[in-house]
């Protein structure tokens, strides 16, 4: 038995776009520290947490809380798909699995050849099968909520323990990295290899995060049907706000408390993939009740192209600060990476996103959606 749900009109919503633009500047400030790092992923696997005090503020103020966002995003982004469809008497999800195949390839190309952090391959896995739960009555839904959060925190609790055992002989990241840094001193074809060798352990993330990844995909695709960025969505933004008000301070206490207390790996651990996520509803709570009654701006407009073109963003900015910090491009994590760690990856921080607004606002110019935007809707 199918869900209906009412069709939004079709004009966009401001604080969609914003909140989609956020959403990618708050996860290059998670993934900057990667590539600021001389050592790349595989040594920021050695130091987070362990950093300096004001850098470990920084990296926590980001962790996972703006992955948490874009996911919401991305289910919010299915709900309307799929009133679209129903408002032009078009089958759901009907041929979306194609949209799905795009996305999977474009992160497939864009893990091996920029970031082995890469979100879109799990989430072109993800929507594919939410879009056909979309179709469920919203109780349905809600058990998969329930079930898939279930299951996310059994193994985190599972993982949390393996952290607390002695040590066994696991690979590490150092393990996989060896004593040859292809992050500093190989070519663009050895980092390459260096992901493809490796596949598995820098995956291992994408898989771990499915659950939790439907869940936030269902939970934003229930938010947006459910009258978060209408007028009378006032009660459940509060309530958002105040889950996000509540889980703020404790995920920065876990961020900044953990090592000093010799507890930073499974501190850090249950912040990003537990505390941080409810930081993000928080988060999402905040933007759409901040543009409820207040007009875009200037600020507001730069995050609302940054969030028209969301995904192609997403990629650019990681090529962009990988061209900057990796050694086939200018290789200034090596240079600047170690001695000024903080003010380094600020200055990159700040360069990428001017060059985000700067490509964003021209391309909008002419164009109402960003490339692979255009690529997966011809797919439609």
Not at 325 to 330: H, N, Q, S, T, V
Not at 353 to 376: D, K, N, Y
């Amino acid at each position: 038995m199918t869900a209906t749900t009412s069709a939004p009109p079709s004009r966009r919503i401001a604080s969609l776009d914003v909140a989609r633009g956020i959403a990618i500047l708050g996860t290059l400030g998670t993934n900057v520290w990667i590539f600021t790092e001389p050592s790349g992923m595989v040594g920021y696997f050695d130091t987070v947490g362990a950093e300096s005090l004001p850098i470990r503020v920084l990296q926590t103020l980001a962790q996972g809380k703006f992955l948490g966002l874009l996911s919401l995003m991305f289910g919010v982004g299915l709900a309307i798909q799929q009133a679209s469809a129903a408002r032009h008497d078009r089958p759901w999800p009907g041929r979306y699995w194609r949209r799905a195949l795009v996305l999977f390839l474009d992160g497939l190309l864009h893990f091996l050849l920029v970031a082995e952090f890469d979100v879109l391959m799990g989430y072109a896995i993800v929507s594919f099968l939410v879009s056909a739960l979309l179709i469920l009555r919203p109780g349905v839904r809600n058990r998969w909520v329930i079930g898939a959060v279930a299951i996310h925190l059994t193994v985190v609790a599972l993982a949390v323990i393996g952290m607390l055992l002695p040590s066994g002989g696991t690979a590490t990241p150092s393990d996989a990295r060896g004593d040859f840094n292809p992050y500093a001193d190989g070519s663009f074809l050895d980092l390459v290899a260096f992901r493809i060798d490796h596949a598995l352990l820098f995956r291992a993330e994408t898989i771990f995060m499915i659950p939790l990844t439907i869940a936030m995909f269902l939970t934003g695709a229930r938010l947006f049907q459910s009258g978060l960025f209408e007028d009378d969505g006032a009660s459940l933004r509060r309530r958002l706000m105040l889950a996000g008000g509540i889980a703020a301070p404790i995920d920065l206490a876990l961020g900044i408390a953990g090592a000093p207390l010799d507890m930073a790996g499974p501190a850090v651990f249950v912040g990003r993939y537990v505390v941080a996520p409810v930081v993000a509803l928080g988060l999402l709570g905040v933007i759409a009740e901040f543009y409820q009654r207040r007009p875009v701006g200037r600020v507001g407009s730069a995050m609302s192209r940054i969030g028209t073109t969301a995904l192609s963003c997403y990629v650019l900015q990681n090529l962009i600060a990988s061209a900057l910090c990796y050694g086939w491009g200018l290789g200034l994590a090596a240079r600047y990476g170690g001695e000024h760690r903080l003010l380094f990856t600020a200055a990159v921080y700040a360069a990428v996103v001017a060059c985000l607004i700067a490509a964003s606002a021209l391309w909008t110019r002419r164009f109402p959606r960003g490339p692979i935007e255009m690529m997966m809707h011809r797919f439609a």
